[in-house]
């Protein structure tokens, strides 16, 4: 299958009502090749770059685009449900579908030469190939009253551009062959006369008489004034729209709920409010990528995202990505099926998107993610406006990411107080050691492991302690000796760390420490501090002095690899494993995939 083809397909199948700026220009084309017979071409959205123009075509105006590269080119499928949808009479029904007279939508990748003068300095003319063109500048404002301007504007501010192309054997125009709506549209511009103005002083326009000239200009000053009020009637409505959206995502800020919850929301009003069909949060790193939150259109079935999240290629896709947006390159991206970089076309095709849109989450100056909107049944341009409303999207996320971590700070050292008031009774703290318990180890992995934390915070460590043989030492004093020596144990920790680092006792004989932003290097030599507090210094107990020797292990986050905050546990009791391998009695680390 023609892939270019599929695109037109995929396009034109809109999940959408068309909006009445499309219906218009539609509309016009329609018209215009129906009154005078003529292959029609009408150009919109000029003012950008050209694959975010479009060009209606009427059924046979593919051939007048010889020249133009297309994105998508000719075949679109017809409409036939455009007319009914722009009030036509129902002649004009039956004749459009008869003669197949829907209007198709092109978009182009590169404008012709004579369009990029016209852009710079509009005027009516006739090209080479015999085809007129009309160009329809934006309306400006004289005194109180709003007019189009003349043919000789010389500034950019070409609006849309009529061209037309007559066969030889219609060179003046038919009288309308039945009483039309459409026919009745064009008769009563064509009842005016025809002034000056309508065609430029000297020209020689062939093929063409001065009325017909005079008509279509009349018609095309007619669409430009509906077009302007129409097209700012919509931005004035999708204003309005981003307002309230960015209302409800800055009162998300002030809503104390978890960040997680927050970044949620917002995936949710972004992609609703937008009318996107995916939105993603997404944690993005050269090792992979994972999505912090995630809303996907209800009414309509998706691809699922792991496999296109996991494919094997994601670091060839993302690397340059991030360094485009860490380079200041762009402050967006945008990926369609025609994407340059071949990478991200795979992306696409694995996500089995049409089009996405790419904004970096930076949370001061430092890489976080991206918020990608994804739609899946049309190809989709942002407009500027839409854009940075979801520039202004990502910065409320950053703020609430920066958050989090402040939060997660602020609930460490809160715990910490609370601690030195605990009674022996709280459910949190074990009533032997009076240490932290298991529970409270649990919260603080869930804690660590929140996607909105994981890689917003500084890396942290965890240290494992377990006394070696303590089996043995229970067998050989009894059990309430063993309960002494964890008692005192637990003690001479307390005293080798820093005020408000918080350890545990998770297991029987096992103690568990957390060190924030604290390196792999680093928390190894707290671990050796800590094995010289109990190496050589025997516990007294009732059973008289008894030496005891401890293992101790350390693991250090690493947002790329680890998905939670519980494999970073398991890496360090693999190190501690390694420890009792190696003879006990010392302490290990271990990296992420290899051993210290």
């Known amino acids: ?7 037109v397909s995929i396009e034109e199948r809109e999940t959408a009502p068309p909006s009445p700026t499309d219906l218009l220009l539609r509309r016009a084309v329609l018209a215009i090749a129906s009154y005078f017979r003529v292959e029609c071409l ?11 123009a479009r060009v209606y075509g009427s059924p046979g105006a ?18 036939l449900n455009l007319a009914a949808d722009l009030n036509l009479a129902n002649a004009d029904i039956d004749r459009a579908a008869q003669t197949e007279e829907a209007i198709a939508r092109y978009v ?35 005194g109180n009253s709003l007019a189009l301007e003349d043919d000789d504007v010389t500034s950019s501010n070409l609006q849309l551009l009529l061209q037309v192309r007559r066969s030889p054997q219609d060179s003046t125009t038919p009288a309308p062959a039945e009483d039309s ?15 000056l103005a309508d065609v430029p002083s000297g020209a020689s326009l062939a093929g063409w008489t001065t009325h017909d000239v005079s008509v279509i200009k009349r018609l095309a000053n007619e669409l430009g004034l509906t077009y302007s009020s129409l ?38 009003e972004l992609g609703q409010g937008l009318m996107g069909d995916r939105c993603l949060v997404m944690r993005l790193q050269p090792a992979g990528i994972a999505p912090v939150a995630h809303w996907g259109r209800s009414q309509v079935t998706l691809p699922a995202l792991e496999h296109a ?13 991030i360094d485009t947006f860490l380079d200041g390159g762009a402050s967006y991206l945008t990926v369609r099926p025609d994407a340059t970089s071949m990478a991200l076309q795979s992306w696409l095709q694995q996500m089995g998107a049409t089009s996405a849109l790419l904004i970096p989450i930076l949370i001061q100056s430092d890489f976080f993610g991206v918020i990608c909107l994804l739609d899946y049944f049309k190809v989709r341009w942002y407009s500027l406006d839409e854009v940075q409303t979801v520039r202004q999207v990502a910065d409320h996320a950053a703020i609430a990411l920066a958050s989090a971590q402040h939060h997660h700070d602020s609930h460490r050292h809160t715990t910490a107080l609370r601690l030195q008031v605990m009674v022996p009774q709280t459910p949190l703290r074990d009533s032997l050691t009076q240490l932290l318990n298991a529970e409270a180890f649990d919260q603080e992995l869930q804690q660590l492991s929140r996607p909105a934390l994981w890689t917003v915070q500084p890396p942290f460590s965890l240290i494992i302690c377990d006394i070696d043989y303590f089996k043995l030492i229970n067998e050989t004093y009894g059990y309430s000796v063993g309960d002494q020596i964890l008692s005192q144990l637990a003690q001479r920790l307390r005293r080798q760390l820093r005020q408000g680092t918080l350890a545990y006792r998770y297991g029987g004989e096992e103690f568990a420490i957390i060190l924030p932003r604290t390196s792999l290097t680093a928390a190894l030599d707290v671990a050796e501090r800590l094995l010289n507090a109990i190496h050589g210094h025997p516990f007294e107990t009732s059973a008289g002095p008894v030496s005891v020797t401890v293992s101790f292990s350390v693991a250090q986050q690493d947002p790329r690899g680890d998905r939670d905050a519980r494999s970073v546990l398991q890496r360090a009791e693999q190190a501690l494993q390694d420890a009792k391998r190696q003879g006990r009695d010392c ?10």
């Not at 593919?62 to 409409?79: F, I, K, R, W």
Request: no cysteine.
């Open 108 to 142: 182009p990748s590169s404008f012709p030469s004579w369009l990029i003068d016209q852009i710079h300095a509009p005027q009516l003319t006739q090209l080479e190939t015999g085809d007129l063109i009309v160009p329809i500048v934006a309306p400006s404002f004289n």
């Open 309 to 321: 999240l996991d494919h094997p290629g994601r670091g060839e896709v993302w690397q340059p990505v």
């Open 42 to 52: 009408l150009w919109t959205l000029l003012e950008g770059e050209p694959d975010e």
């Open 231 to 268: 097209l700012w009637r919509e931005k004035f409505e999708r204003s309005q729209r981003q307002v309230a959206l960015m209302g409800r995502i800055a009162h998300l800020l002030n809503s104390g709920l978890e960040t997680d919850d927050i970044l949620q929301q917002i995936s949710v």
């Open 62 to 79: 593919g051939s007048m685009l010889h020249d133009v590269e297309l994105e998508s080119g000719e075949g679109a499928p017809a409409d």
């Open 587 to 596: 302490a290990k680390g271990l990296e992420f995939g290899l051993g210290a």
């Open 181 to 195: 709506e459409l026919s009745r549209y064009a008769a009563r511009h064509a009842a005016v006369a025809p002034t």
């Open 1 to 7: 299958m023609n892939p270019l083809k599929q695109l």
